[in-house]
């Protein structure tokens, strides 16, 4: 009974004096380090590819426009040249979202699934659903802009088409459904069992949404001061919304961060900490912070700080992304937060 055959040796389950080993065990297999659930993550990370932090990217500036543009033209301050740009950027990031998300998926028809029915309770089909609703109110828009823009020829058609359109109530149709593809990526997140995400769900929407705004208010700025365009008085709106925006932003991540305690770890460890600490923090709101709040303002000072905020949005999608793998792979992160540590404690700030 002592003897231990040769098959079990070979097949690695034991050794020259008796003891059995495994590959899975702790307690019993050297080669594991102390590790939780035999070291073996409980749950699969999400195994999304660039395309996704850059659809987060590009949801959040698509909200940031439509805000802007809709609060100016509410409160009579339009600058026809911010509700052209507006326009026809929503367009085009109605146009590149899907793309992107296909591009994910790899099979066109996963996308076209999600289209036979609306969960409510589905992050993920409110958002698909949203971006259709938002893209057709948006294209409606754009004609509109088209036609007075002399791109649809000139005939009954563009006239029409330029008279009958009610653009102030399909702006204000627009901007909820915008804000909502801005805020509701950050929700997507939330909504699934990773410790970091599922963590902060209250803090990811609003989150994810301030940094939206703030980079589609730096995209505005770019793009006014690349082509020489814009009122004076629409430059230093930007500029003074810019400053609330960072701050605020500043202030959902400092809160997020103490939300998520412990299981935020990951987000300012190895590689992920540098490019959020680096690219975010430093890079994305320090450094405009104080280009904004510094003397007069200047083209090239604008341009600068809104490159840095559009660079710093895009890294704070990727950090949050690849923190999330880090913290699935983790099984303590996961059994620790799963056993009830992660309910609200005295010593709690959020």
């Known amino acids: 009974?002592?003897?231990?055959?040769?098959?079990?040796?070979?097949?690695?389950?034991?050794?020259?004096?008796?003891?059995?080993?495994?590959?899975?065990?702790?307690?019993?297999?050297?080669?594991?380090?102390?590790?939780?659930?035999?070291?073996?993550?409980?749950?699969?990370?999400?195994?999304?590819?660039?395309?996704?932090?850059?659809?987060?990217?590009?949801?959040?500036?698509?909200?940031?426009?439509?805000?802007?543009?809709?609060?100016?033209?509410?409160?009579?301050?339009?600058?026809?040249?911010?509700?052209?740009?507006?326009?026809?950027?929503?367009?085009?990031?109605?146009?590149?979202?899907?793309?992107?998300?296909?591009?994910?998926?790899?099979?066109?028809?996963?996308?076209?699934?999600?289209?036979?029915?609306?969960?409510?309770?589905?992050?993920?089909?409110?958002?698909?659903?949203?971006?259709?609703?938002y893209g057709n109110v948006s294209g409606i828009l754009m004609l509109k802009q088209a036609a007075e823009d002399g791109f649809m020829g000139k005939g009954a058609l563009p006239r029409l088409v330029a008279r009958l359109v009610p653009d102030r109530v399909l702006q204000v149709l627009a901007l909820p459904l915008a804000l909502f593809i801005g805020s509701n990526t950050g929700t997507l997140l939330s909504a699934t069992s990773v410790p970091i995400w599922a963590r902060n769900w209250m803090l990811m929407g609003p989150t994810f949404l301030a940094s939206g705004v703030s980079t589609g208010l730096s995209f505005i700025s770019l793009v006014l001061n690349l082509l020489r365009t814009g009122r004076r008085d629409t430059h230093h709106t930007l500029q003074r919304a810019e400053k609330v925006m960072l701050l605020a932003e500043t202030g959902l991540i400092v809160a997020s961060l103490a939300r998520m305690s412990r299981w935020g770890k990951p987000l300012y460890t190895g590689k992920v900490g540098a490019l959020f600490i680096g690219g975010t923090l430093l890079g994305g709101i320090a450094a405009p912070l104080a280009l904004l709040f510094s003397g007069n303002e200047t083209r090239n000072k604008s341009m600068l700080t809104s490159v840095l905020v559009l660079l710093g949005g895009l890294a704070f999608r990727f950090a949050l992304v690849l923190a999330g793998r880090k913290s699935a792979d983790d099984p303590q992160a996961y059994f620790s937060f799963a056993r009830g540590d992660n309910a609200p404690q005295p010593g709690d700030k959020i």
């Not at 590819?49 to 543009?69: E, K, N, R, S």
């Not at 600058?79 to 052209?84: G, N, Q, Y």
């Open 1 to 133: 009974m002592s003897d231990i055959s040769s098959d079990t040796l070979a097949a690695g389950r034991g050794d020259q004096n008796g003891k059995v080993e495994t590959s899975h065990h702790p307690k019993t297999d050297p080669k594991q380090d102390k590790k939780g659930y035999y070291g073996i993550p409980p749950i699969k990370h999400a195994h999304w590819t660039w395309q996704i932090p850059v659809y987060f990217w590009l949801g959040g500036i698509t909200a940031g426009v439509a805000l802007f543009t809709a609060v100016s033209k509410l409160v009579g301050k339009e600058d026809p040249a911010v509700t052209r740009l507006g326009r026809y950027f929503s367009v085009l990031s109605m146009m590149l979202s899907p793309v992107l998300l296909i591009w994910d998926l790899g099979r066109p028809e996963r996308f076209l699934n999600m289209m036979r029915i609306w969960k409510l309770r589905s992050p993920m089909s409110n958002q698909s659903w949203s971006l259709v609703a």
